[in-house]
């Protein structure tokens, strides 16, 4: 198998251990799943058939952060408690994932249950002097990690407008350099608390997945990963802080999945341009998604349109006309195109010439998740 690496900026080869730890970044759940978020998910859901196709036993693990800026500012606007809140949409984004046929991940974890864990990777940062105490928050100081930047290999004046958009707060008088960034804050005061040795407060966004995916996986991981706008400033902070404090390397294998566009703009919360998975399970069949979003190569942006569906539906329908019975051709097809980068567009393509031959697709369209 060969497989991009985000971190060599290239499609190398990728020889995983018989066991598999894979850490994708999970949702904020302050609003339903759209399909930007079903297309990174269903990336490391092919991987993994993949994978486990190939031998290997895979543990996938999905973080859950409920506790951060975005769910507290909904659950704020709402007058809903923030884990109610949290509650209500992790129960909508299991069904959506589930009718999409995604595999149960390994463990789907929840940032507030990481305190002790969230407390003690920043304890060590401070001791390590990685670490700072200023204006009664923790921040990291990326002056002290040699590497920081490596990942995304973006010049400063783009990190600082990166870390800006994605609430990093480059102008904060307390920071010694803009790119620091938090790992612990004083609450407000209607946002929960936790007591800590610098103080009540909560922990910063990056520091809550480094302590999961040490907690459930260990120091180095096999393969992590999620959107393409994850890469700054968020992965490249997990790798910071974990390094400076473990001297291990953080991942083997850095996988991130193209942004998904309606009307020539990324899908995004904040936007508010999203298109709901659940919205299209009420009018399109499951298998009929999932084949849509298949059909666009995983690191590639793309662009919503509703004919995408249309013709998914209208694949699937030929497919089922297929003939039954073993489907050696198929599955050989598939296993060569998803060892090329999971190369999901060139499987369809070759299963909709096998089944315009007359020849069955089922076992390669099941290998892919399509259930026929």
Known sequence: MRLFDTARGEVVAFTPPPTVTMYCCGITPYDSAHLGHAAVYLTFDVLQRRLRDLGHETRCVRNVTDVDDDILNKARELGVYYLDLAAEEMARFDADMSALGLLPVHA???????????????????????????????????????????????????????A???????DDPNKRDPLDFVLWQPSLPDEP???????????????????????????????????RDLVFPHH????????????????????????????????????????FVGDLLKEFEPMAVRLALLG??????????????????ARLERWRAAPRGPGPAALAAVRERLDDDLDTPGALADLDRLAAAGQPVHEGAALLGVAL
């Not at 800006?164 to 480059?170: F, I, L, S, Y």
Request: proline share 5%.
């Open 296 to 313: 666009h190569h995983y690191r590639r942006d793309w662009e919503w349109h509703r004919a995408d569906a249309e013709a998914a539906t």
């Open 108 to 162: 789907e974890p929840r940032a507030t249950s990481a305190i002790p864990e969230i407390l003690s990777l920043i304890d060590a940062a401070l001791r390590t002097g990685h670490a700072y105490q200023s204006g009664g928050s923790v921040y990291f100081d990326v002056s002290s990690f040699p590497f920081f930047g490596r990942l995304s290999r973006l010049e400063r004046p783009e990190m600082l407008r990166l």
């Open 193 to 227: 608390s936790w007591e800590s040795r610098w103080g009540p407060g909560r922990p910063g966004w990056h520091i809550e997945c480094s302590a999961l995916a040490r907690r459930e996986l260990g120091d180095t991981i096999d393969v992590h990963g999620g959107g």
């Open 236 to 275: 490249e902070c997990e790798v910071a802080q974990c390094e400076a404090v473990t001297g291990q390397p953080f991942v083997r294998h850095w996988v991130h999945v193209g942004l998904v566009e309606l009307d020539g703009t990324k899908m995004s919360k904040s936007l508010g341009n999203l298109v």
């Open 164 to 170: 800006a958009e994605h609430g990093g707060r480059p």
